[in-house]
Each structure stands twice: as structure tokens, then as C-alpha cells.
């Protein structure tokens, strides 16, 4: 099975640093999502990376899918409280259902 | 823009009591899903759904059943409730094609009791 691994498990910071979250998986992604939860709340889609090399970003949060497809970043420049909650990486290895890793919390503090 | 909708968003069971979580979906979406959230341990998957009168079991689906009678609504039905559990249960759906989404509800916190 497919085993995704995250880090940090949580994160502090003040709010305008920067920040990166690594998940890394067991096996070959043939795709990655990475999701963002606030506490006490539902996932919320964040970005899908299919292809080794790619990035994408959407306001100040850009995610990368290394050249081999085995581990994924997730990069926040200048943070805001409301980046604050936990973000999941999930995989699809079986083309119905998602793994997900552990999550990784972060607060961010004035 | 409803989207998933799980119904209750809380609950306290005594031990050895039945319910029935629902989930439903406006999307029109063929797959779906039941996860169980327990705290600093991701998300694992109890069971899903490809399309109506079609389910399979998950990584953990020991104490749950589901069905899939209408496309819109997949329930989750926990029998004789245990202390384990207890936890925040996520419906999810997504579409047809490759590496679409997973569309989540907001959750139901289910604590036994």
C-alpha cells in the first residue's frame, strides 16, 4: 500500500514568514492532491499536481511535485492567520479512494 | 451551492446504540465516500461507492454499513456503537475522469458514550 508521509506534523510561525510543508510518499505518485482543513471544519481542495516537475500556486500558496514523483512541497510565502489550520496530501493509488497522510497543523501567530 | 451535506454535525451515543449518518450530494456525482478523522491520524477510509447499488469496503469498515440506493445519497450506519468509534466522519464525492476532486461535507462528530 501507499504510504504517505508528512512533515512537519505541526508548524508555528509569525505571520509574514515564509513556510513549507513536505509530504512524501512510499511509492510513484500518479497524482497528489493537497488539501487545507480549518479547525473544525470540512477539506477544502486546495491543488492537484499530476506530472513530475510540475508547480502550481494560487495566491501566495504554491505546491511542487519533484521530478521523480515521490514527494510534493508545499510553499506559503508572507503568511496570514488565515492560513492557519491543517493540510493534508492525499494519493490516489488505486483510482477510487484517497490516502492521506497525517496532516500537518499550523498556526500562525501576530 | 450545497455541494455535500452531512447530517447531524454533532452526536453523543451511549454505547450499544444504533444511527445512521447521512450524507447527500447536488452534484450529480457517481463516487462516494465515507472517511473517519481521529485526532493527529489523517484521514481512513471506511467505505465508498462507484455508483448507485455498487459499495465496497475501505481500510477500516469493521462496525459500519452503507448503501447506495439513488446517486444523491450515500448513509452510513454505525450498529451497536462502541467507544472506538468515536470520531469526526467525513462524507466526500467527486466526478468522472481522471484525478478529479474530492469535494468534501463539513462533518459529523460523532462521540460514544
Not at chain 1, 500518479?30 to 510540475?54: D, S, V
Not at chain 2, 450499544?16 to 473517519?36: A, E
Request: proline letters at 4%; a neutral charge.
Amino acid at each position: 500500500s501507499q504510504e504517505l508521509e508528512q512533515s512537519p506534523q505541526s508548524l508555528i510561525v509569525q505571520e509574514g514568514k515564509n513556510l513549507t510543508i513536505n509530504c512524501t510518499s512510499s511509492k510513484t505518485l500518479y497524482g497528489l492532491y493537497w488539501y487545507k482543513q480549518k479547525y473544525g471544519e470540512g477539506l477544502i481542495f486546495l491543488m492537484m499536481l499530476q506530472k513530475g516537475g510540475e508547480e502550481k500556486s494560487h495566491e501566495k500558496i504554491t505546491a511542487k511535485l519533484d521530478e521523480k514523483k515521490q514527494q510534493s512541497s508545499l510553499h506559503i510565502t508572507a503568511s496570514q492567520p488565515s492560513h492557519a489550520g491543517i493540510y493534508l496530501c492525499g494519493a490516489d493509488p488505486s483510482g477510487y479512494a484517497l490516502n492521506f497522510g497525517k496532516g500537518t497543523s499550523l498556526l500562525v501567530t501576530p | 451551492n450545497a455541494g455535500v451535506t452531512q447530517t447531524p454535525k454533532f452526536r453523543i451515543l451511549k454505547i450499544g446504540q444504533s444511527m445512521t449518518l447521512q450524507c447527500t450530494q447536488d452534484m450529480n456525482h457517481n463516487y462516494m465516500y465515507w472517511y473517519r478523522q481521529d485526532p493527529g491520524m489523517g484521514l481512513k477510509l471506511i467505505y465508498y461507492s462507484v455508483g448507485a447499488g455498487i459499495t465496497d469496503k475501505g481500510e477500516v469498515p469493521n462496525g459500519y454499513n452503507v448503501s447506495r440506493s439513488t446517486t444523491e445519497d450515500f448513509p452510513l450506519r454505525l450498529e451497536l456503537a462502541a467507544p472506538s468509534q468515536t470520531s469526526v466522519y467525513f462524507c466526500a464525492s467527486r466526478g468522472e475522469g481522471d484525478n478529479q476532486p474530492q469535494h468534501f461535507g463539513d462533518g459529523t462528530r460523532l462521540s460514544i458514550l
